[in-house]
Each structure stands twice: as C-alpha cells, then as structure tokens.
Nanobody
Framework: QVQLVESGGGLVQAGGSLSVSCAAS????????MGWFRQAPGKEREFVVA????????SYADSVKGRFTLSRGTAKNTVTLQMSSLKPEDTAVYYC?????????????????WGQGTQVTVSS
C-alpha cells in the first residue's frame, strides 16, 4: 500500500508564488510517475503536470506552462511543485497522484495512488 501526503499550499495574492510538495510512504521500493491534478468548485478534476519515473521528462498543462515547475526530490517518490505568477483561476484543491506505469500521462484514471488534496487559493 502506498500513501501520498501533500504539504504546502495556502493563500496567496495574484502574481505571487507558492509551492506544494508530495511524499510517498508505504511500499515505495519502486519509483513512480508522479503528477498533480487540481479541482475547482463545480469543475472536473484537471491535469496540471506530471514527471516521469526518472525525472527526465515532464509534461505540463498549457494553462500552467511557464509558470509552474515540477521537480523530483532526492528522496524517492517525492516531488515539489513550484507555482509562480499565480492567477485567481489557479484556485483549487491540488491533488498529488502516483502511478506504477511509465509515461507522464494526463489521464486521472491512469494513476494508482492519490493524496487527500491541499487547498491553494489565489486572491485577486
């Protein structure tokens, strides 16, 4: 069993920066593809970014490209999402996700593990 725990998030003004992190615990002998999704009230969960198991490949949603940066930590299956130039439309609950398969897919159903989510609120 694998558990994903998010940390960070909070409230920030538009144009500001914030970071959220995710760490896997439990059965973490293997490396996982890690990703972030977000869900705003009344909207579907949407893909934000994912990073391959090696960290060599990262895929971003067009809406965050150039503003968000996802990186792997030194500990296995830990990632940090640095968010800058934040906009009110970035406000959502951000979920960390992990998958055993290869490929930084944008499809939520392809991920095997999910965190509880952390709130990010950007005020205008």
């Amino acid at each position: 069993q694998v558990q994903l725990v998010e940390s960070g998030g909070g409230l920030v003004q538009a144009g500001g920066s914030l970071s959220v992190s995710c760490a896997a615990s439990g059965r973490t002998d293997s490396s996982y593809t890690m990703g972030w999704f977000r869900q705003a009230p009344g909207k579907e969960r949407e893909f934000v970014v994912a990073i391959s198991r090696s960290g060599g490949s990262t895929s971003y949603a067009d809406s965050v490209k150039g503003r968000f940066t996802l990186s792997r930590g030194t500990a296995k299956n830990t990632v940090t999402l640095q968010m800058s130039s934040l906009k009110p439309e970035d406000t959502a609950v951000y979920y960390c996700a992990g998958r055993r398969g290869m490929g930084a897919t944008t499809i939520p159903g392809a991920y095997d593990y999910w965190g509880q989510g952390t709130q990010v609120t950007v005020s205008s």
